[in-house]
């Protein structure tokens, strides 16, 4: 039996992912950590039955939303709520988007970086 999937995002920053997160969309850190010396590089957050993993791997490295590999792939993790307009604010601003995707009613995307939609 499966219990859960976490959705893995690569970041440019982490404290900046890690706050917004955190202020704007209600999410706690559950576990962080890095090369033992304060520099952290990894998190796990999570809300309700939710939890998401961020990583920066290094300077070069950047996220790379799934559209922007291929223009009808819509997004990275598909989030689904029994009641969106409850949550943040954030959840119901829609974010910039250029694309359009057919979602299910209660449904988000999200892409690390990029805010959900």
């Known amino acids: 039996m499966l219990n859960s999937i976490t959705p893995f995002f690569i970041v440019d920053y982490l404290g900046a992912t890690l706050e917004f997160y955190q202020s704007k969309l209600g999410f706690n ?4 950590g890095g090369d033992g010396h304060g520099n952290d590089f990894w998190a796990i957050i999570g809300r309700d039955r939710v939890m998401l993993m961020f990583k920066h791997v290094t300077p070069e490295v950047h996220p790379q ?4 590999r291929y223009e009808w792939a819509a997004c990275g993790a598909y989030i689904l709520t029994s009641d969106p307009d409850s949550g943040p604010s954030t ?3 829609p974010a910039p988007s250029t694309r359009s995707a057919v979602r299910a009613p209660g449904s988000l995307c999200a892409e690390a970086g990029q805010g959900l939609q």
């Open 29 to 32: 850190v559950l576990h962080k």
């Open 91 to 93: 959840f119901r601003s």
């Open 65 to 68: 939303p799934n559209c922007s």
